[in-house]
């Protein structure tokens, strides 16, 4: 567990970040090595490699181990709304089967309606698929379920620039740096600038950030 919990601080650290990713699939690997039955952690090993899958070098090896992770993780808890996280993940981040993972969502969100997890990866997903109405509603309620953490911050703060609806944007962009002042937080305010057409605005952003990191 002591490694689990190692493992789910570098990945949040900065979930978007290979050598984070990498650092957090050691820790994962090693909790399920010492427990073989902890689906939980099983689940997020597989997340981590589907992450890092998307954010760094896709290959064929990488995804084999994801789809295994997550079919440890479904063969261990087949009914918990976790393991339809990890496949939505796995669908979504290696097999870019964006309907597929929604689809996996919709399973999880009928066993855990107010899991803020869910609500904020149903929001990600209606987003790719164009769904940004859904996307915004799904933002919101992942938000007021869970307003201590980064990523139901992060994916209001995406969902809004796309809409552009930007001064909305930039409170929910201030709000993630302020809960993670990290690479990833800062990347999302400064896209809010940028999409403003506010390039001075960005480069204030990266020098005032770049100095409390």
Known sequence: YDAFLRAEALYWSNPSA?????????????????????????????????????????????????????DRAVRLAPTAEFTHLVLSSY????????????????????????DP????????????LGRFDDALSSARLAQQLDPQSIGPASNLQSV??????????????????????????????MMVSLAEGDLAGARRILDDGGSRM
């Open 160 to 189: 809004l620039v796309r809409l552009r609806r930007y001064p909305e944007a930039r409170a929910a962009a201030d709000r993630e740096l302020a809960l993670a002042p990290n690479i990833s937080s800062l990347e999302d305010r």
């Open 117 to 128: 997890e869910v609500h904020s990866k149903l929001a990600s997903t209606y987003a790719s």
């Open 18 to 70: 290979p050598t984070q990713l990498r650092r957090a699939i050691a820790e994962y690997e090693r909790s399920v090595t010492l427990d073989s039955t902890f689906a939980l952690a099983w689940a997020r090993l597989s997340r981590a490699r589907s992450m890092l899958y998307s954010n760094g070098v896709p290959t064929p090896e990488l995804a084999r181990l994801a789809r295994e992770a997550a």
């Open 91 to 114: 669908y979504r981040g290696v097999e870019n089967n964006p309907a597929r993972g929604l689809a996996e969502l919709e399973i999880a969100r009928a066993s855990a309606p107010n």
